[in-house]
């Protein structure tokens, strides 16, 4: 029987092993969707001979980075320190305190240029230990040391509108106008970016802010990054046109793509950008969505390690035997189906992306666009079908907090805006499963019923619960928001001037965990101080609280001395920003009747930057409102108020009023 590696959980008990047995530990952070990860497990740790040297030479450690994303911060920036690069697998060689002597990322079975083979990394790496331990240790005190510097992205300045307009500049620097989106290949959706530039544009105009977002989310929808058949977003794209995809699927991705596409529709009413939006939400229910509400994690790449995104691409004599010939002139032509695909590994694989739509489609095929349409949406059904009878990737269950809070936001916005009841009832049970498997009224593990860690699982449920307040006006969930809130600023910084720390309670964990993170920057998902800083400001004006002001102000200005620098990877923060340098608008509607139900709809679904929504029912005691807007609102008649700043507008008694009053605060 072959000997497997010996892997061990992280945790003191290995670290104890270390110290007792004098070996050094080897650190392998991988994730259930990451197809190099397989490789590498394939290629080298089902190699009996090299588990055989592991168990002898290393205490050996793996980590799952979306079950311990601490860890994962933390030796990701110990190995960037030491090589410049990142990413999973990350391979990590720790001294048994846990400090990083050496390290990578994907090392292959035999060598290649710039990578040597894995085998001569381990024999290079026990050999510097056994002989030249005092070098090893002097390394991994100065990573230590360059880590614990780089973990604190605070740095306190007063905000103003010339450093959001800076940080804007950045982030217009790297725009890509050929293709859109930012930076080359790989190139990596950046929807807190877009949702930032058309905020931006709807409080100071500037068409280039517009056409930014607006060229993006048409670049990355015509991509093969856009599952065209499925719905959805894979992670990222390995070419700058979005066309050839890494193909696994995250809940994260595809939920602020989804907010991203909804604020598109609702900024510039294009319908494709909620036909986009519905495929996501398809894809949620049919791939990620748990009955009783929650979401899977993630959607693997591949079913097998020989398989490079065969599940979604097609040869073109896949196409033909399914369609008939003038389907297939259909589909051809719309998404650049031909006998040459675009993946190296299977030459004749097509890669799905839109090479022609719309009017110039009909003129590509010679029929009329209503024909085009129907030939289209037969051999979209047609492939789509025969694509559920190939085996599936594997989907991984996890439901983790941060993510399932993330898309339970996500889905309320969709609910609201497509009309889509499934949606906005899943999104509710969902926060509904987190509060009911909390292990306490005021904070949330990031695994059911796991004790309360980590910032972002809170502020993303804090955040998550606002939305649910304003989607039904139940009070409930502006409570429980308010808690959770509450007990992360106790629990991750106090008063926030210096920021919020990303893991409560570290001090007494090994390794690299007590160096104090305090994130600011988006990577990928949302940077927690900037979720937070944005719960802090809706806290703020939706309980007219000045302890909320106070804490967003601190926040804010904990990081502000970054804004001009962040660009691109800092919109959620500088999003945050914004709610302290302009206007925030409030909209109360009051009333239980279908008119106050067809304003409170078009409340949510208007596009406002700094919106906040009230519903009020007579039935309840009036919420805390700013003093101007309360002396208007009457609560024994159905009506709209919306005041924007101290400027209000006229109560509206209909649908047709309201949405009147809604038009004049939008840019012209």
């Not at 000997?3 to 007792?20: K, L, N, Y």
């Not at 229910?285 to 599940?311: F, I, M």
């Not at 804490?551 to 945050?576: E, N, P, Q, Y």
Request: a negative charge; hydrophobic letters at 45%.
């Amino acid at each position: 029987m072959t000997r497997p590696v010996p892997w061990r959980p992280w945790g003191a008990e290995a670290f104890a092993e270390a110290t007792r047995s004098g070996r050094p530990v080897l650190l392998d952070i991988g994730a259930v969707w990451c197809h190099w990860c397989h490789v590498m497990d394939r290629e080298s740790y089902e190699d009996p001979a090299i588990a055989e040297f592991l168990g002898d030479r290393f205490v050996c450690i793996r980590v799952d980075r979306d079950e311990r994303p601490d860890v994962d911060a933390r030796y990701q920036r110990a190995v960037q320190a030491l090589t410049g690069m990142g990413g999973w697998p990350l391979t990590a060689f720790l001294t048994p305190e846990g400090e990083v002597f050496y390290g990578g990322t994907y090392f292959p079975p035999e060598p290649m240029p710039g990578r040597p083979a894995f085998r001569q990394v381990l024999v290079a790496v026990a050999k510097i230990w056994e002989e030249q331990r005092d070098r090893a240790l002097t390394q991994a005190a100065a990573i230590r040391k360059v880590v614990t510097e780089s973990l604190d992205e605070a740095a306190p300045a007063d905000p103003s509108e010339a450093l959001l307009t800076a940080a804007e500049d950045q982030l217009a620097g790297h725009f890509d106008p050929a293709h859109g989106g930012w930076g080359r290949a790989p190139k990596f959706p950046h929807p807190a970016a877009i949702r930032l530039l058309l905020a931006r544009h709807a409080d100071l105009g500037n068409e280039r802010r517009l056409a930014m977002a607006v060229e993006t989310l048409h670049a990355m929808r015509r991509g093969g990054i856009h599952d065209q058949l499925g719905g959805g977003f894979h992670r990222y794209s390995v070419d700058e046109r979005w066309c050839v995809p890494h193909f696994e699927k995250m809940a994260y991705d595809n939920a602020e793509l989804l907010r991203a596409y909804l604020d598109g529709h609702a900024a510039t009413g294009d319908p494709r950008f909620a036909e986009v939006a519905f495929g996501i939400v398809r894809w949620v229910r049919e791939v990620l969505a748990e009955e009783g509400g929650g979401y899977g994690a993630s959607q693997d790449a591949d079913v097998g390690l020989d398989d490079d995104g065969d599940h979604f691409t097609w040869t073109l004599a896949e196409a033909e035997a399914l369609l008939t010939p003038d389907e297939l002139a259909v589909a051809a032509a719309r998404w650049d189906l031909g006998a040459a695909g675009e993946m190296s590994h299977a030459p004749d694989r097509n890669v799905l992306w839109v090479a022609a739509e719309g009017a110039a489609l009909a003129a590509q095929v010679g029929r009329p666009e209503g024909v085009t349409a129907q030939l289209l949406a037969t051999a979209e059904e047609k492939l789509r079908l025969a694509r559920r009878g190939r085996p599936a990737p594997a989907v991984d269950r996890t439901r983790y907090t941060n993510w399932n809070a993330m898309l339970a936001g996500a889905m309320l916005q969709a609910g609201v805006r497509l009309g889509d009841a499934w949606a906005r009832d899943h999104a509710l049970a969902t926060l509904a499963r987190i509060r009911r498997e909390a292990p306490a009224p005021d904070a949330v593990g990031h695994l059911p019923g796991a004790p309360p860690r980590l910032l972002d699982d809170q502020v993303q449920v804090a955040y998550a619960a606002l939305d649910a307040y304003e989607a039904t006006g139940d009070r409930a969930w502006l409570a429980w928001a308010e808690a959770v809130a509450g007990r992360a600023w106790e629990a991750h910084g106090g008063g926030a001037e210096a920021g919020l720390a990303d893991v409560a309670g570290a001090e007494a964990e090994a390794g690299l965990l007590p160096a104090r993170a305090v994130p600011v920057q988006d990577a990928p998902t949302p940077s927690p101080n900037g979720v937070a800083a944005l719960v802090a400001a809706r806290l703020a004006h939706l309980l007219d609280a000045d302890a909320w002001r106070a804490r967003h102000r601190a926040l804010v200005g904990a990081f502000a001395g970054r804004a001009a620098d962040l660009g691109l990877f800092g919109a959620t923060f500088l999003h945050a920003m914004t709610w302290l340098l302009a206007p925030v608008t409030h909209l109360v509607i009051v009333g239980e009747d279908a008119e106050a139900e067809r304003m409170h709809r078009r409340a949510l679904t208007t596009f406002l930057p700094r919106r906040v929504v009230h519903r009020l029912r007579p039935t309840e005691p009036p919420p805390r409102l700013p003093a101007h807007l309360a002396a208007m609102v009457d609560a024994s008649a159905p009506r709209a108020y919306v005041c924007r700043g101290e400027t209000c507008l006229a109560p509206a008694s209909t649908d047709t009023e309201w949405a009147d009053r809604l038009s004049a605060l939008r840019p012209s």
